[in-house]
């Protein structure tokens, strides 16, 4: 009996795997952030990819996941990339991951602020170019025309 009870165990674990399936997806990002009152804050400012699993109330169940993480360059510039799976909650339906961008800088503040842009749905092969952040105002600059062939 003991033996049997296993394999019953086992069998229906089994079975449970295919509907275990999450959608996969990975994001690349280029941009460039400013500091206009202070261009020596433009540098090492902090950009974070996350993936949003939930809305308040229920974050704490379900937080959001980190894709990945950068920080600028001496002129402002970064790339950053990252990947995340999303449960498929109906079967035969993908679930994509929902990123959005998260920016802690300390242009105007001395102890800091995030900025927060919108979810967005370009996944790789395709870059995702955010142009130019005034962290002094959190406006976005359009970002440069590229060339559709190869994407650059």
């Known amino acids: 009996i003991r033996m049997t009870s ?26 460039k952030v400013a500091c206009e009152k202070d261009t020596t804050k433009s540098t090492n ?5 996350v993936d949003r699993d939930s809305v308040f109330p229920f974050s ?5 996941d980190l894709m990945g993480v950068t920080f600028s360059n001496e002129e402002g510039r970064f790339s950053l990339d990252g990947c995340a799976d999303d449960f498929d909650w109906l079967p035969g339906v993908p679930n994509l991951p929902e990123p959005y961008i998260k920016i802690r800088h300390y ?5 800091g602020e ?16 955010l142009g130019t952040i005034i962290l002094d105002t959190q406006k976005t600059a ?9 994407n650059i």
Not at 45 to 49: A, F, G, K, Y
Not at 60 to 64: G, I, S, T, V
Not at 107 to 111: D, R, T
Not at 142 to 150: L, N
């Open 142 to 150: 359009s970002p440069p025309p590229r060339d559709k062939k190869t």
């Open 6 to 31: 296993s394999f019953i165990s086992l069998l229906l674990l089994s079975s449970l795997v295919p509907l275990s399936q999450a959608g996969h997806a990975c994001v690349w990002i280029v941009g």
């Open 114 to 129: 995030t900025i927060e842009l919108s979810e967005f749905n370009v996944f790789t092969p395709n870059t995702h170019d």
């Open 107 to 111: 242009c105007n503040k001395e102890q």
């Open 45 to 49: 400012v902090e950009i974070r990819v």
């Open 60 to 64: 704490f169940l379900d937080p959001d």
